[in-house]
């Protein structure tokens, strides 16, 4: 599976290397604030890109989460169960957004 890392991300960091390493080490020290594996940690991260329907969050902690070992259902079943939380529509463009990552629902070739 491919990384894909966004073209716009990419020239951002050339723009903005200092800013870039900042966002990045943020990142890091959260995902190691705790006791949740890098799998957990990127599915949490997955509901909550849903929750604010940001489209290429939901594409990055999608691969993020596979490439931590999370199986093809488990990101599947981090957005249905946060469906009473954030509401159907959001997280059915957020499956869609998923499909894009994952090239399939269930259910679908």
Same mark, same amino acid.
């Not at 599976?1 to 990419?10: E, H, L």
């Not at 800013?19 to 991260?45: F, M, S």
């Not at 931590?68 to 259902?73: F, I, K, L, R, V």
């Not at 499909?99 to 259910?107: F, H, I, W």
């Given at each position: 599976?491919? +990384?894909?890392?966004?073209?716009? !991300?990419?020239?951002?960091?050339?723009? @903005?290397?200092? !800013?870039?390493? *900042? /966002?990045?080490? /943020? #990142?890091?020290?959260?995902?190691?604030? #705790?006791?949740?594996?890098?799998? +957990?940690?990127? /599915?949490?991260?997955?509901? *909550?890109?849903?929750?604010?329907?940001?489209?290429?969050?939901?594409?990055? @902690?999608?691969?993020?989460?596979?490439?931590? #070992? *999370? +199986?093809?259902?488990?990101?599947?079943?981090?957005?249905?169960?946060?469906?009473? +939380?954030?509401?159907?529509? @959001?997280?059915?463009?957020?499956?869609?957004? /998923?499909?894009?990552?994952? #090239?399939?629902?269930?259910?679908?070739?």
């Amino acid at each position: 599976m491919a +990384t894909n890392v966004p073209g716009f !991300y990419i020239r951002t960091k050339r723009q @903005h290397p200092e !800013y870039v390493a *900042a /966002l990045e080490a /943020l #990142g890091e020290a959260a995902r190691k604030a #705790g006791p949740l594996d890098e799998k +957990t940690v990127q /599915l949490v991260q997955l509901a *909550a890109a849903a929750a604010v329907r940001s489209e290429g969050s939901v594409h990055s @902690h999608a691969r993020r989460a596979l490439k931590a #070992g *999370a +199986t093809a259902e488990e990101p599947r079943h981090a957005l249905i169960a946060v469906t009473s +939380t954030i509401g159907f529509p @959001h997280v059915t463009a957020a499956l869609s957004w /998923l499909e894009d990552v994952t #090239g399939k629902l269930k259910g679908r070739k």
